[in-house]
């Protein structure tokens, strides 16, 4: 249920509310948004008339929600979500945020040299791979911890945020002084126990689709980390499996637009495993960006054909720097802005 407060609820109308919903059974979550309170009850409580609360004092409106998402749903911040980091980089609002950098940390002078690239060509976050989910066991895993730290060295050189993917709770607590934003990657988007901790982790979070996922499991699977209260959540856009084998995942454009209707969070495109082609990331970050998407993840290798993984989709320098050139000139038709 939604309970939507007037501009002028006192404190006392906001805690009498508060109290009928959680002897209902609800727990309350609250958010802000245009000078209103907006209280979104959630749980399985019994039988009640969503009537009785909209004759309370400083109630607006009070409706049920019917979507199985509750958080997720845009009707909790109909004004959309805006992230908003330390150094003052806020997420969601008119300027779509760029995220850079090679698959994985591989050294110092890699990713320092990815680093210097990413923030020449005008990217605000840098990513990397400190641990690898990798198909095969013989693949390169990641550096783990020193590349953590690497990450957090370099990111501070160049002042560039750090995002990189946590694969299991055992993880979160060593990787919080190193970074700015967990990645939950396309295998983890249904870890549903790594996602509840990361719900009680005050750090912002980029939540990739699985791999077969609809639209519908990727917005419930927002709600376990929406539950346990971190609302500084961002979902990506980063292609399905289908049976088209021309490329190596089949971007799925609409789903920005979609998400975007349904709920109140930012909006990333991942084109690089989109496509999986490097030559293909271009034009379908172009497409995200003109589909409405707040933000794209991209792959960019110092030399992607030394890479320890995934060169075949990973940007050169000088691409990067054309893209984000090209994206300068298309922000504005779709009403953004790129900085």
Do not use: W
């Amino acid at each position: 249920m939604i309970v939507v407060m007037q501009g002028s609820a006192t404190t006392g109308n906001i805690q009498a509310v508060i109290e009928q919903m959680v002897e209902l059974g609800f727990d309350v979550h609250r958010t802000s948004g245009e000078g209103q309170m907006i209280l979104a009850g959630v749980g399985s409580p019994g039988a009640f008339d969503v009537a009785s609360f909209q004759v309370l004092p400083g109630v607006q409106t009070a409706y049920r929600i019917s979507s199985p998402y509750k958080l997720a749903g845009r009707g909790f911040r109909p004004e959309g979500t805006v992230v908003t980091f330390p150094n003052g980089v806020k997420v969601g609002g008119e300027q779509i945020t760029i995220m850079a950098g090679p698959c994985s940390v591989e050294s110092r002078e890699q990713i320092l040299l990815s680093a210097q690239q990413v923030k020449a060509a005008g990217a605000q976050f840098l990513r990397g791979g400190a641990y690898k989910p990798r198909s095969s066991p013989y693949s390169f895993q990641g550096m783990g911890v020193e590349g953590l730290k690497l990450l957090r060295e370099v990111g501070d050189q160049t002042g560039l945020l750090v995002i990189t993917e946590v694969m299991e709770i055992s993880q979160i607590e060593p990787m919080l002084p190193y970074i700015d934003c967990f990645q939950v990657g396309a295998r983890n988007m249904q870890n549903f126990n790594l996602l509840r901790e990361l719900g009680h982790v005050r750090k912002p979070v980029l939540m990739k689709r699985g791999i077969s996922a609809t639209i519908e499991e990727v917005l419930l699977s927002a709600e376990y980390i929406l539950s346990g209260g971190n609302y500084d959540l961002m979902l990506c856009e980063r292609g399905i499996r289908t049976y088209e084998t021309a490329t190596r995942n089949t971007m799925d454009i609409s789903a920005i637009p979609v998400l975007k209707k349904l709920t109140h969070l930012p909006v990333f495109g991942d084109p690089s495993h989109g496509v999986g082609i490097r030559e293909f990331v271009p034009a379908l970050a172009l497409a995200s960006v003109a589909a409405g998407a707040d933000g794209l993840l991209m792959e960019m290798h110092p030399n992607p054909d030394k890479a320890m993984s995934d060169g075949a989709q990973s940007l050169f320098p000088e691409q990067l720097q054309k893209l984000i050139a090209q994206l300068r000139q298309l922000a504005p038709v779709v009403g953004r802005t790129v900085a």
